[in-house]
């Protein structure tokens, strides 16, 4: 079964830091690879996605991720974070054509300073 | 904003009860999955039903079992209660099975006492 690790569980920055949120996942088969944030209060939203091709993806807000097959990591990436992007940072996995659900990580906690 | 919506928001129960959770997927969507959230854990996938049959299940067991309707939307059934089934329960709907690109609702909150 496959598994995904955060290694950050809280993170605090100051406005204009750049973030690089940390995810491995244990698979050896072909995976799709997800980022979910929640702000506080909303549900859970699809911050960006690999399926194939281009190893840098790049979501909504000015996140991007790039997935390193030999490393198994798919790392989040912010050049200059907000106090709006104050959330919950999910790392998730599919695998198996999509029967088995997503293998979410535990989560980061980022708090960002004005 | 999402077009999942689940129902109730918030549930007590007490242990050894009953309960049952409802969400209506995002229109278009063939396929809705449920997970389980417990406190400063992620989502744990608990099944997933794709044009009313259970295609897919987690680690949960069998008290844990759900119905797909054909209008697509779904029910998440839990019976014998237990005390560690206090979680976040969250639905979530996709339209392409295999890159499983899910949009999630908001949760029902279950607290059993």
Do not use: M
């Amino acid at each position: 079964a496959q598994s995904v690790s955060q290694h950050n569980h809280h993170v605090i920055l100051s406005e204009a830091a750049s973030l690089e949120l940390g995810c491995n996942y244990s698979y050896g088969g072909t995976v799709n690879l997800f980022w979910y944030v929640q702000y506080p209060g909303q549900h859970l939203q699809l911050l960006l996605k690999y399926f194939s091709g281009d190893p840098l993806v790049k979501g909504i807000k000015g996140f991007e991720a790039e997935f390193i097959k030999s490393k198994f990591s798919f790392n989040l990436r912010k050049p200059s974070v907000q106090w709006s992007d104050t959330a919950e940072y999910f790392c998730a996995v599919g695998t198996g054509g999509g029967a088995d659900g997503l293998t979410f990580g535990k989560g980061t906690h980022l708090i960002i300073q004005p | 904003e999402t077009g999942v919506t689940q129902s109730p928001t918030h549930l007590i129960k007490t242990r050894g009860q009953q309960v049952t959770l409802r969400c209506s997927s995002q229109s278009g969507h063939n396929t809705v999955s449920w997970y389980q959230q417990a406190l400063g854990q992620g989502p744990q996938f608990i099944f997933q039903y794709y044009r009313e049959e259970e295609n897919g299940r987690g680690n949960f067991p069998p008290r844990f079992s759900g119905l797909q309707f054909p209008n697509y939307s779904s029910e998440l059934n839990v019976n014998a209660l237990e005390l560690d089934d206090s979680a976040l329960y969250l639905c979530a709907s996709s339209f392409d099975i295999g890159k499983n690109i899910q949009y999630f609702g908001a949760g029902t909150r279950l607290s059993v006492l």
